[in-house]
T-cell receptor, first 118, second 109 residues
Framework: GAVVSQHPSWVICKSGTSVKIECRSL??????MFWYRQFPKQSLMLMAT?????????EQGVEKDKFLINHASLTLSTLTVTSAHPEDSSFYIC??????????????FGDGTRLSIL | GQNIDQPTEMTATEGAIVQINCTYQ??????LFWYQQHAGEAPTFLSYNVLDGLEEKGRFSSFLSRSKGYSYLLLKELQMKDSASYLC??????????WGAGTKLIIKP
């Protein structure tokens, strides 16, 4: 149980392109989803937390107009990187937790999306 | 501030036992998670401790001492597939996970 699917797994595109990444919880309802970015050999960096039906909460330094997050249903959240540039190239990972969050539920991660901007 | 301290890298032999230590400082505490992350992949959940003591789960065990801000992950009967990074992630008072760079574990035959 607790499977999170992330798509696509790999994206290569030209600078200036917008890229949408989908995160789906397949066998549970994800009231909260998290979006992370990870550069090689570095720790996971939380970008934003999204709750179903409400606006995402962005971490300090993350541009909300550049990284658009939509959590329209209990099983789907999307991250759109708008007008991507080479410095946006990174490994983007989503995670999700189910309802009744009381702190002891682990975050279940998608497989990640490797984004390369040329 | 909030921080995590883990060794950057450890090496162990196949079939042996290894202990990965983690000390942490957080604003409040709501438990501590251990995750495994293979190179180029997303993390996978290993264990959760919220009370002091040892939690055993197969070949993996995790220990917590809240008063010392200390945890360890114990891996027994090491296999080559255990080569990965191990991430210690305490949860602060806002239920947010604090992530460090993890410990890269190298298993040699």
């Amino acid at each position: 149980g607790a499977v999170v699917s992330q798509h696509p797994s790999w994206v290569i595109c030209k600078s200036g392109t917008s890229v949408k990444i989908e995160c789906r919880s397949l066998d549970f309802q994800a009231t909260t989803m998290f979006w992370y970015r990870q550069f090689p050999k570095q720790s996971l960096m939380l970008m934003a937390t999204s709750n179903e039906g409400s606006k995402a909460t962005y971490e300090q330094g993350v541009e909300k107009d550049k990284f658009l997050i939509n959590h329209a249903s209990l099983t789907l959240s999307t991250l759109t990187v708008t007008s991507a540039h080479p410095e946006d190239s990174s490994f983007y990972i989503c995670s999700a937790i189910g309802p009744g969050h009381n702190g002891n539920q682990p975050q279940h991660f998608g497989d990640g999306t490797r984004l390369s901007i040329l | 501030g909030q921080n995590i301290d883990q060794p950057t890298e450890m090496t162990a032999t196949e079939g042996a036992i290894v202990q990965i230590n983690c000390t942490y400082q957080t604003s409040g505490f709501n438990g501590l998670f251990w995750y495994q992350q293979h190179a180029g992949e997303a993390p996978t959940f290993l264990s959760y401790n919220v009370l002091d003591g040892l939690e055993e789960k197969g070949r993996f065990s995790s220990f917590l001492s809240r008063s010392k801000g200390y945890s360890y992950l114990l891996l027994k009967e090491l296999q080559m597939k255990d080569s990965a990074s191990y991430l210690c992630a305490p949860m602060d008072s806002n239920y947010q996970l604090i992530w460090g760079a993890g410990t890269k574990l190298i298993i040699k035959p």
